[in-house]
């Protein structure tokens, strides 16, 4: 039995768009540059879990973080990922509706992974991990390690999809197949599907 673990950010859903990180920026008066150094500056603690988003938001805008301000930027957040790739999501549904074993494995705080899992196409795969609800993250070998035990397969069972190398190397690492996502097309030949 052969598992395929999707990522989600940039293989599922498209890129943040410069327009949506900008508004983030401006909804809070905060240099678009700036606002997008310290976003992903401190991104992957906040997707380990290691800063709540009170912490996470003040960090990016160098100053404390106000409710409404919160609130704003969580929700714009998880609008910004909410564009399907809808090449890849249809590949998906196929895989879905073949019968086959899917998971989905995200770097995400809890607050995006809370938001993702409302999307239908999100919803749709009953097996999910996010980074912030296991305090594990890609690339680290941990976190593919557990998500194999989770599903209690063999890592060499496995076939992780990531847009990120590194990712893929930790995948790798762990004893997992490793596939280089750089659009649906070319994820759909990788497959054979």
Request: net charge negative; proline share 5%; hydrophobic share 45%.
């Amino acid at each position: 039995m052969t598992w395929f673990i999707f990522d989600y950010g940039s293989v599922l859903s498209l890129p943040q768009s410069d327009r949506d990180a900008e508004a983030m920026a401006r909804a809070v008066d905060v240099d678009p540059a700036a606002f997008s150094r310290g976003y992903w500056e401190h991104r992957l603690e906040f997707d380990r879990g290691s800063l709540t988003p009170a912490g996470y938001w003040s960090a990016v805008l160098g100053r404390p973080v106000s409710h409404g301000e919160l609130a704003r930027l969580v929700a714009m957040d998880v609008a910004s990922w909410a564009y399907p790739d809808e090449g890849s999501v249809a590949l998906l549904g196929e895989l879905l509706a073949g019968g086959g074993d899917v998971a989905l494995l995200s770097n995400a705080p809890v607050c995006l992974a809370d938001g993702l899992d409302e999307l239908p196409w999100i919803a749709a795969i009953e097996r999910r991990f996010y980074s912030g609800r296991m305090g594990l993250v890609k690339p680290d070998r941990e976190i593919f390690d557990e998500v194999a035990r989770e599903l209690d397969t063999d890592p060499a069972d496995v076939v992780f999809i990531d847009d990120r190398p590194e990712n893929i190397e930790g995948a790798r690492l762990a004893g997992m197949t490793g596939v280089h996502y750089t659009s649906a097309a070319a994820l759909r030949e990788a497959l054979a599907v």
